[in-house]
């Protein structure tokens, strides 16, 4: 198990814009591997390669019914808007906030085997990939927080 460091709020690689993956080598296997190793270890439900230091488009989410992987996506439709409430691995666990995320999103991206993958989420799972998509341009859910939430330390 290769746990990495979780870059915080405050932290410049959180705020670039990550590159393409051109190819999936064992490089980008490992990052996979180890991402999904550092978000489990931290009680985390999705993490995106800045979050780890690295500028690469990869995103890795597990909601409880299995992990998938991520390499290259995008947001290719998107229906509804709901509010929802988020937080972040790379914010204070005691600061949570009320935002608007689409109710239903289709993703386009590479799997680890460099298959193309659509993939649909709806409520929360659709929330998720916006907002570690979000992360890949450099943006945090902080940048989008309508009203903060109390959280209990």
Known sequence: MAVRTIRLVGD?????????VKE???EILTLIKDMADTMHDAGG??????????????VVIDMG???????????????????VVEGCLSVSRTKQ???LRPVKVKVKALNEKGEECIITGENRL????????????????I???LEYIECEK
């Open 12 to 20: 410049v690689v959180l705020r670039e814009i990550c590159e393409e």
């Open 24 to 26: 999936i080598d064992d």
């Open 126 to 141: 659709a929330s998720l990939f916006c907002h570690e998509i979000d992360h890949l341009d450099g943006i945090l859910f």
């Open 97 to 99: 906030g009320k935002l």
């Open 143 to 145: 940048d989008k927080v």
């Open 45 to 58: 439900i999705g993490i995106a390669a800045p979050q780890v230091g690295e500028i690469k488009r990869v």
């Open 65 to 83: 019914e299995g992990v998938i992987n991520l390499i290259n996506p995008e947001v290719t439709e998107a229906e509804g808007s709901h509010e």
